[in-house]
């Protein structure tokens, strides 16, 4: 298997299991408020993509909530560190170790 390198939610990177959560919020805040940022400097008017946002918003609660529930699910596993970096777990039939924890996912070597 290929090895990789330290990635901003592994454990050893960060002094705290905190500062990595901290990290992974800071991360989408970051792109959230730098998208719109960019489409200002583009001449593109924000107060008029409320209609867009409510239909966003619509499309969450119905086609992709499935994908919002992974986010909040995985956004609440980074904070309550109910599981870490380098733990054994058994999902079913798969066992292994805990490499990588996302916001949506959780990669685990067996």
Same mark, same amino acid.
């Given at each position: 298997?290929?090895e990789q ?17 901290? %990290?992974?919020?800071f991360?989408?805040?970051l ?37 919002a ?7 609440v ?7 870490q ?17 996302n %916001?949506r996912?959780t990669?685990?070597?067996?």
């Amino acid at each position: 298997m290929l090895e990789q390198s330290l990635t901003c939610c592994d454990r050893e990177y960060y002094a705290s299991p905190l500062s990595a959560s901290v %990290a992974i919020v800071f991360n989408y805040s970051l792109i959230f408020i730098g998208t719109f940022v960019l489409l200002q400097i583009w001449g593109l008017d924000i107060s008029s993509l409320a209609i867009v946002a409510s239909v966003l918003g619509v499309a969450i609660g119905f086609g992709l909530q499935g994908v919002a529930k992974e986010l909040v699910s995985g956004l609440v596993v980074t904070f309550e560190r109910s599981i870490q970096v380098g733990d054994f777990v058994e999902i079913g039939e798969f066992m292994g170790t805990v490499e990588r924890l996302n %916001a949506r996912s959780t990669h685990i070597r067996t």
